[in-house]
């Protein structure tokens, strides 16, 4: 009875469906998805000028990358006109990889993404005022919004749904009816304050008029020159620069590459294509940056970022005379040759150490560590980190520094470790749809791996080269790249320079063979669109590289001291795989030749590596920017130093203006609130393992992060009493309260011009390296 209820179900609302599009039909004639593939123009208003600019401020800020609501992307005219899905990208349950959606890769025309389930949210019938106004779905989501505002309430009611896994209602035109008789306050912005009745006029007017637009502009004259410069580098005939540009390639396809510093640069992508430059570009669209591009030449191509730059997916690459010189030094005039070019089969393509292995190991290193951050960047920044179950893998706060290029021995240039690494698998090797349980085959690699690596640590460490902190990079004395720090907000992540707070929580060493692993692991090889067993055999493989880095880092440590901090940063955990795999026969047990002066060798150990890094740590965060008055000092100081419940009462990521309002001076300020947990070493039952009482909070100046999870506004006469406020919290009363004096709620009617200010300010300051914010993780208390 069951089945045959639900069959009547399934054709009782196809029918209904097939009713509401053949109505449609009728009142406007039927749909044309090529419409807005040649758009019409418009003299009164610019795309460029008008409706771009205020889609930004107002729609990009939630519709970007992969986690847009309903996949509608709204930084590009491409992204509007694509339209929306009710398919997800994040799917940690599907059990067959899916289709990828990537815009401007996967299909190149409204047609095209109309037979891959996207529908349209601008009316595609007859073009006429009337039919712009009421096919559109944008248009009609925003009259919502207009007739039923945000309630008066500071907290919004439960009929709003704001969890980042709730249930998205994307409903085409046809269903809009429905939609707006079930969820009245469901108009756009969602969850957010109304836009201005001017801002909302020459929107609707813009789609009523058919939503006109004019090309992009050309890029400038200026910046050819430099563009038939790089091109020509990255598309040189020998095998040799054949070999290094597919290097590059792979490692730089994620990166916003510009040229210019001295003001908000145009960015580029790198991309594959099957036309040499000259010509126009005939981009390669494949699921992997290794994936077999399908032609006997692939050159390498400069495209103009298309969409809007957005701080969640940013990562600025400079090109200039320095790095090109320094490139060439590296890669071709190094002495080594290239007799023939690797093929792309999936096992070997995703092996970058047999794939390249006739790049000196040293320059594949270096390429990665001098923008260090840029690579660490990919798998923050990259798709894999959507989400608490990508992220759980990490701990909240930690420092990264790395191995010195020029002494460490480990480049895989030992002969039996070099055997290992060109042998071992990850995950990309065996595509998108796997088993879960291939992940057993990866730790008895990871094994081989770690005992091969053992050997060689103690022949050449114990025999020849100290294990001190000479084997730490100091950055050659310049680069900031040198110390990072890695901060994580729950369900995202941000990297920046330098090392962030008085003590981590933990910390990794990073050595050529895993930096390379971690890039394609998580970056290169990761599929963000693959099947359950694929995101579950990367997410325990980079436990193993975690623990990889963090034990590099206590192989520092007096040895009789190592197992007392790895069981502190692994209580209570009970995996006796990793266990097996970095048992004490597999890592190394020799003595640090590093002089400890103290009873406590680790507060010792984070002090000297930040007394070795000292000359290149980037102070961007320091609290010594901004208001640097003792009244103001002594306040933030006051908040670092908070920790156990008063930390764990607030959210995870909080922008904060410091205004002087007699001054008519403003900074802006992070808080980030940083869990702790028993471990980090299994994939469920998180919240089980954690340990509020540890909890703590950093206070840094400028942006740190991209997805605020409440914005805050303090006068500077007021910052002694917001900082002994944030001492004293117990519950949930004292951070209502809290708000209730200083925060800026998601239903303040002040939301919008606190958040123009705070991107006005943000571009300003950091003009190469901000983006567009993202709303979508703002709390409602």
Request: net charge neutral.
């Amino acid at each position: 009875m069951s089945r045959l209820l639900l069959i009547a179900l399934v054709i009782f609302f196809g029918g209904c469906a097939a009713l509401a599009l053949q109505d449609w039909d009728q009142r406007f004639g039927p749909a044309d998805p090529a419409r807005y593939d040649t758009p019409k123009s418009s003299t009164s208003i610019s795309y460029w000028h008008d409706v771009n600019p205020l889609l930004e401020k107002r729609c990009v800020v939630c519709h970007a990358c992969y986690d847009a609501p309903c996949q509608l992307k709204l930084g590009s005219y491409e992204g509007l006109t694509r339209g929306a899905s009710k398919e997800l990208v994040y799917n940690g349950e599907r059990l067959l990889a899916a289709s990828p959606t990537r815009l401007f890769e996967d299909a190149h025309s409204t047609a095209q993404w109309r037979t891959r389930n996207f529908f349209p949210v601008l009316n595609e019938r007859r073009d006429d005022p009337r039919a712009n106004l009421d096919g559109s779905v944008l248009a009609q989501m925003l009259l919502l919004k207009q007739d039923h505002p945000l309630p008066t309430s500071k907290i919004l009611p439960d009929s709003f749904d704001l969890q980042l896994t709730r249930d998205q209602q994307c409903s085409k035109i046809e269903e809009f009816g429905d939609f707006r008789q079930r969820y009245p306050l469901w108009g756009m912005p969602y969850g957010l304050p109304g836009l201005a009745k001017t801002e909302q006029d020459m929107l609707l007017r813009w789609v009523e008029q058919g939503a006109p637009y004019e090309p992009r502009t050309n890029v400038t004259a200026e910046l050819q020159p430099h563009i038939a410069q790089w091109e020509t580098f990255f598309n040189q005939d020998s095998l040799k620069a054949q070999l290094m540009s597919r290097y590059m390639y792979e490692h730089l396809y994620l990166a916003h590459l510009y040229f210019d510093a001295n003001q908000r640069p145009t960015f580029f992508n790198l991309v594959r294509s099957r036309t040499a430059p000259g010509q126009p570009i005939d981009r390669i669209g494949t699921v992997r940056p290794y994936d077999d591009p399908g032609v006997k030449r692939v050159y390498y191509r400069l495209q103009p970022v298309q969409e809007s730059i957005v701080a969640k997916t940013h990562m600025p690459y400079k090109l200039d005379a320095q790095r090109l010189q320094r490139w060439n030094a590296l890669f071709l005039q190094a002495d080594y040759r290239v007799d023939q070019l690797p093929n792309y089969a999936p096992e070997s393509a995703s092996n970058p150490f047999r794939t390249f292995e006739k790049i000196p190991a040293v320059a594949r290193y270096r390429f990665m560590l001098e923008e260090a951050q840029y690579t660490i960047m990919g798998f923050i920044k990259g798709p894999v980190c959507r989400g608490q179950m990508a992220l759980n893998v990490i701990n909240d706060h930690f420092w990264v520094a790395f191995t010195h290029p020029d002494v460490i021995p480990d480049h895989g240039q030992s002969e039996y470790l070099g055997e290992v690494l060109a042998d071992i698998k990850l995950p990309g090797e065996a595509q998108s749809t796997t088993s879960p349980l291939r992940w057993l085959r990866y730790a008895e690699q990871e094994k081989e791996y770690l005992k091969a690596k053992s050997r060689l640590m103690k022949t050449q460490l114990n025999h020849r080269i100290p294990l001190d902190m000479n084997l730490v990079w100091d950055g050659d004395g310049n680069n900031p790249n040198a110390a990072l720090t890695i901060l994580r907000h729950h369900d995202s992540a941000t990297v920046v320079k330098g090392f962030l707070g008085a003590q981590p929580q933990t910390m990794w060493v990073i050595t050529y063979p895993l930096l390379e692993r971690i890039h394609y692991l998580l970056v290169a090889g990761y599929d963000v669109y693959g099947n359950v067993g694929h995101q579950l055999n990367s997410r325990i493989y980079m436990d193993f590289l975690r623990m990889e880095g963090e034990f590099n880092f206590l192989a520092l440590l007096p040895k009789a001291e190592r197992d007392n901090v790895r069981r502190h940063w692994y209580r209570g955990s009970v995996d006796s795989v990793k266990e097996y795999v970095y048992s004490r026969g597999n890592t190394f047990s020799g003595e640090t030749d590093e002089p400890f002066t103290t009873e406590q060798p680790l507060p010792e150990l984070y002090e000297k590596f930040r007394q070795r890094l000292a000359p290149v740590q980037d102070d961007r965060h320091n609290l010594r920017h901004g208001f640097t008055d003792s009244a103001a000092q002594k306040a933030f100081a006051l908040i670092n130093s908070v920790k156990g419940r008063a930390a764990a009462a607030l959210p995870q990521t909080l922008f904060i203006e410091v205004r002087d309002s007699a001054r008519q001076r403003s900074h802006y300020y992070t808080l980030l609130h940083h869990n702790a947990y028993t471990n980090i070493s299994e994939i469920f039952g998180e919240s089980d393992r954690r340990l509020p009482d540890e909890d703590s909070l950093l206070l840094t100046y400028g942006i740190v992060g991209a997805y605020p999870s409440a914005l805050l506004q303090v006068e500077h006469r007021r910052l002694q009493d917001f900082a002994e406020q944030i001492q004293s919290l117990k519950d949930e009363m004292d951070y209502a309260y809290l708000l209730d004096q200083f925060g800026i709620r998601r239903s303040d009617p002040r939301f919008w011009a606190f958040s123009d200010a705070l991107h006005k300010d943000y571009f300003q300051a950091e003009p190469v390296t901000a983006g567009w914010l993202d709303y979508n993780r703002l709390e409602n208390r």
